[in-house]
């Protein structure tokens, strides 16, 4: 059965059941409802919902539901990643009191008939991807050691604090190589490269051993310039990150490698610097495992579908950048 999408009483169900958690005892007169612009693997909607004490709360409607999938990506979208409750559970159980991310509002999850629901605070940001200006970057980047430092408790406690989160230990990492073999093979990658994408694949357990020898952590796992939204304000730059459909256990670093995809040279650097210097960490003792993060992310996007096209912040050469990452390991 095919789901239709959410109706007004859906959403007015969601909101009530949120306002009901806050212990506020007001109900929902009125929505207004209109397409978000930047939606990408799952609908997004603006509401506006107006209360009977007055209110009007500005929001943002996120359907999760696997019907909910737009163009390709319910195509391509490797099945076992799916998890709505991952994302749901995120926002209900780790992120609230933490000041970081936008403030759940609602959530809906309907097992038996799969229709899954977010609603948040429509905060005043914008896609970092839209800035320029390297030092709100750097900001974004100490942001991100904060946030690593605010979730340093051991990974266990946290998985039992949300038990949908992936694990990013030998099971999940050790797929993407496979996956990604597969997929260049498909696509018609040259002799050599395929040669060299097996020997990196057979020596892959090295970098699985780096990044799981580490204290494990929360990470976002897709924390790309596009999954962040950032504003000025008097104190500074505000971040909020969106989009936990991938959150886990693992690396921290992986989140890291995602923030600086794309940038190259001195830039990169100075990002990779921010965050280390937030942290208190030196570069020689870290990038080693920054390395291996980048190398996951590169096998990932290479092993994500056969039929995936990926949008433009990550339609490059991803072989080329899986192979010279492996000869700056050593791995090839």
Not at 29 to 53: I, K, N, W
Not at 71 to 89: M, N, Q, S, V
Not at 120 to 140: H, K, Y
Request: glycine share 10%; net charge negative; hydrophobic share 40%.
């Amino acid at each position: 059965m095919t789901l239709a999408p959410p109706t007004d009483d859906d959403v007015a169900r969601c909101l009530a059941e949120g306002l009901r958690r806050r212990g506020e005892d007001v109900g929902v007169t009125g929505l207004d409802r209109a397409p978000y612009a930047y939606a990408t693997s799952f609908p997004l909607e603006e509401v506006t919902a107006r209360l009977d004490d007055g209110r009007a709360l500005r929001l943002i409607l996120k359907d999760l539901s696997w019907d909910g999938l737009l163009g390709e990506a319910r195509r391509t979208k490797p099945a076992f990643l799916y998890d709505p409750r991952r994302c749901i559970t995120t926002y209900e159980s780790l992120l609230p009191g933490t000041g970081l991310g936008a403030a759940c509002w609602g959530t809906l999850g309907d097992g038996r008939y799969g229709r899954h629901l977010l609603l948040l605070e429509r905060v005043p940001g914008v896609e970092l991807w839209q800035v320029g200006d390297p030092a709100v970057w750097a900001s974004v980047a100490r942001w991100l050691a904060r946030f690593h430092l605010t979730f340093a408790e051991e990974g266990e406690a946290i998985v039992r604090r949300n038990p949908h989160l992936l694990r990013y230990g030998p099971e999940l990492l050790g797929l993407w190589p496979r996956r990604a073999l597969e997929v260049a093979a498909v696509r018609g990658a040259g002799a050599d490269e395929q040669h060299r994408l097996e020997q990196l694949a057979r020596r892959y357990g090295e970098v699985v051993d780096r990044l799981t020898s580490v204290p494990q952590q929360l990470v976002h796992g897709e924390l790309y310039p596009s999954n962040v939204l950032v504003g000025a304000t008097a104190a500074g730059v505000q971040v909020w990150p969106v989009d936990w459909e991938m959150a886990g256990v693992g690396c921290p670093l992986l989140d890291l490698a995602a923030l600086t995809d794309g940038w190259q040279g001195a830039t990169q650097d100075e990002l990779v610097g921010a965050y280390l210097d937030e942290l208190g960490a030196s570069v020689d003792e870290l990038a080693v495992l920054v390395d291996c993060c980048r190398l996951h992310y590169a096998l990932q996007w290479l092993g994500w579908s056969p039929d995936w096209t990926p949008p433009p912040e990550h339609a490059r050469d991803r072989v080329a950048e899986a192979l010279a990452i492996g000869e700056r390991l050593g791995l090839t």
